[in-house]
C-alpha cells in the first residue's frame, strides 16, 4: 500500500504571509471508534485556518484523520486533540475545526474547537451590497 494512517502532519510554507486569507478543507469520512462501545463513529470534519508562516499538506492531513480510524475517542476529545496538533503545526493566526458526528444512540453531536494567535485581530468584515 502506497500510504500509510500517520500522525506526522507535514507543513510548506504560506504562500502569502503577508494577507489574511482563509483556507477550508472539507475531510467528510473521518472515523474513529466509540471508547464505550466500539463500535464506528463517523463525522465530517471542516476545518477553516488564517494561515500565519505554514499550511498543512493535504495528503499528510489526510493520513492524520486515517490514524484514528482504530482509536476510542469521545467527540469532544478527538476534536480538540486534532486541532491542538494542527496547531502546532502551523502555528495559524486563527483556526476552527467543526466535527460534525453521525446519529449515536438518537443523539447527534457537533463539536467546534477554536485557536486564535494572541496578537493576531481579525481584519473588520466587508459587507457587499
Not at 54 to 76: I, P, Q, T
Request: hydrophobic share 35%.
Amino acid at each position: 500500500m502506497p500510504s500509510a494512517p500517520s500522525r506526522s502532519l507535514e507543513t510548506f510554507p504560506n504562500p502569502q504571509p503577508e494577507r489574511d486569507y482563509t483556507i477550508r478543507i472539507r475531510v467528510p469520512e473521518f472515523t474513529c471508534l466509540c471508547p464505550k462501545t466500539g463500535q464506528p463513529d463517523f463525522a465530517e470534519l471542516t476545518l477553516e485556518y488564517i494561515p500565519e508562516t505554514r499550511c498543512v499538506e493535504l495528503k499528510a492531513l489526510k493520513n492524520y484523520v486515517w490514524s484514528y480510524r482504530d482509536e476510542g475517542a469521545f467527540h469532544e476529545a478527538v476534536t480538540n486533540r486534532i486541532l491542538g496538533d494542527l496547531v502546532a503545526a502551523t502555528e495559524p493566526r486563527f483556526m476552527r475545526l467543526t466535527a460534525d458526528f453521525n446519529v449515536r444512540g438518537g443523539i447527534y453531536t457537533t463539536v467546534v474547537a477554536e485557536h486564535r494567535a494572541a496578537d493576531w485581530q481579525p481584519q473588520p468584515q466587508v459587507q457587499l451590497p
